[in-house]
């Protein structure tokens, strides 16, 4: 892959623009996450979302010391990318950046019962948090000396993340394509 495709999915022109993804771009779903992988000349641009659940086994602020350590932990870990990525060496790439962000949807008491209670004005303060979803987005940029030999990545997250059972990904070169990775086919094909 020498040279990003001019024109790419209008979901991913952010991919390399934004400091921290947090914008969800895939459905939220327990057990699934997106990856995508953007390569233009010698920049390879990787982004990861994933419901925290899939990640930590929960996604509402941490609210004990073993849960504020599980995500200290997560947060070191990731970033790394060689924790769960592993590129060929002979593309010598080199990280330059890493960004992490969160996107949290929460669901209030009021809003379910909008319907029933039109007349009624609450206060959001007052509202009880019913649910609460959380994603994660990890980006990671390198630069890579010898981007051609970029062929193939093995990703390692099966392993560390048993909650993880599909990773949708989305490969951006000369071509595009579209990949489903589990723990039986963790490798990704760079065309
Ligand atoms: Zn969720």
Redesign the pocket.
Known sequence: MKHAAKLVLPLLITASGSALAQDSLAP?V?GEALLQVVLDGQELVVNLNS?A?NLLGF?RAPETDEEQALVENLDTNMRDPQFWLELPSAANCALSRVSLGQHVETTKQGELHEHEHEHEHEHEDDQKILSE??DLAFEYHFLCADPDQLDQAQVKLFKHFPALTGLHAEIIGDSQSLQELNAANPVLRMP
């Open positions: 939220h327990h419901p659940f996604e979803h959380r």
